[in-house]
């Protein structure tokens, strides 16, 4: 790493490249060290890298089944009874001695992939979004950095000894800072905290939203949910594919997860490439993403397709 304009930092070379992107969603299953380096430089509109967070403990999500039973312990709509169970569990390590030498490559080779007028949106927490920051001035140069946005959600456990933490991160950068994509007219309004200050028609109409997102997470109950560790709710993800690319133009996410970007990128018209290690990831991403009949790569799917869904 060098000085802020990133004099100095080895930007990796596009070497030959061995894959094409042939289909509107290809999903890739392995290490994106390996894969990235195949994909021909300036191929990208728009990349979301969502990696892990460097918690220092082992990420996991109860997989649940809720089933309607007269002696449930949960009452719904309509004083309903519900029941659930425990039916498995997924995890990984969040744990990185050096996660910045982690990051650091991954970061060169998006820089690469990057079309000039691209855009990329790093999304951490505050254990290392500081120190990515900087390497992102680095790659990218300090004028390239457009927006630190904040998603802000209130949910779960209290702190007792500190302000509890209840937002994430996510880093802009415009590979070129005078030339990106940012549909304004595109972005979703939300309705003013203080409508009363405003006139009836403004608060009919809402606002667009400032840096600070507020979103709820992924209801551990609701239909979203994969049951995949830290998967992120598509609103968010929608916001950033409608307003920081076009229709038909194709983005990437090469710590894909459960697939959310694929999602948000099909049901708004565009294509993406989605890359990640593991196989439960594959697996949930073919349930999820049956419909879009996405073509994959060094993984073997049994799920069937099946007809476009209606946009949700």
């Known amino acids: 790493m060098s000085d802020s304009n990133g004099q100095g930092v080895s930007r990796s070379v596009d070497p030959a490249p061995r894959r094409e992107v042939t289909s509107g969603l290809d999903i890739y299953l392995g290490d994106n060290a390996e894969i990235l380096p195949t994909l021909a430089s300036e191929t990208f509109d728009l990349i979301y890298i969502d990696p892990p967070f460097n918690t220092g403990r082992k990420q996991e999500r109860a997989q649940l089944r809720t089933v309607r039973d007269g002696d449930g312990d949960r ?123 405003v006139g009836p ?26 049951g995949y560790p830290t998967q992120k709710p598509i609103g968010i993800i929608n916001r950033i594919v409608s307003v920081h690319s076009n229709p038909g133009e194709l983005l990437l996410d090469f710590f894909a997860g459960s697939g959310t970007l694929g999602e948000a990128a099909v049901r708004n018209g565009r294509r993406a490439v989605l890359v990640d290690d593991n196989a439960e990831a594959l697996q949930v991403m073919a349930r999820r993403l049956a419909f879009a009949r996405p073509n994959f790569h060094g993984y073997a799917t049994t799920e069937p397709a099946c007809p476009p869904a209606t946009s949700r």
């Not at 169970?85 to 970061?107: H, K, V």
């Not at 809402?206 to 551990?220: A, F, L, M, Q, R």
């Open 201 to 226: 028609e403004k608060a009919e109409r809402g606002k667009t939203p400032t840096d600070t997102w507020w979103h709820t997470i992924v209801s551990p109950t609701g239909k979203e949910k994969t």
């Open 75 to 197: 009452v719904g709509f309509k004083g309903q009874r519900y029941k659930t169970t425990r039916i498995g569990s997924r995890s990984f390590a969040d744990d990185f001695d050096d996660y910045l030498a982690f990051l650091e490559p991954r970061l060169i080779e998006a820089y690469r992939l990057l079309r000039p007028n691209g855009s990329l949106f790093l999304h951490l927490d505050y254990r290392e979004v500081h120190y990515a920051k900087v390497l992102l001035d680095a790659i990218f140069g300090r004028e390239s950095f457009q927006n630190e946005i904040i998603w802000a959600y209130d949910y779960g456990a209290r702190a007792t000894k500190k302000w509890s933490g209840k937002h994430d991160n996510i880093l802009w950068y415009a590979k070129d800072p005078a030339n990106y994509t940012f549909r304004y007219d595109d972005i979703d309004r939300i309705p003013y905290m203080a409508p009363g200050l």
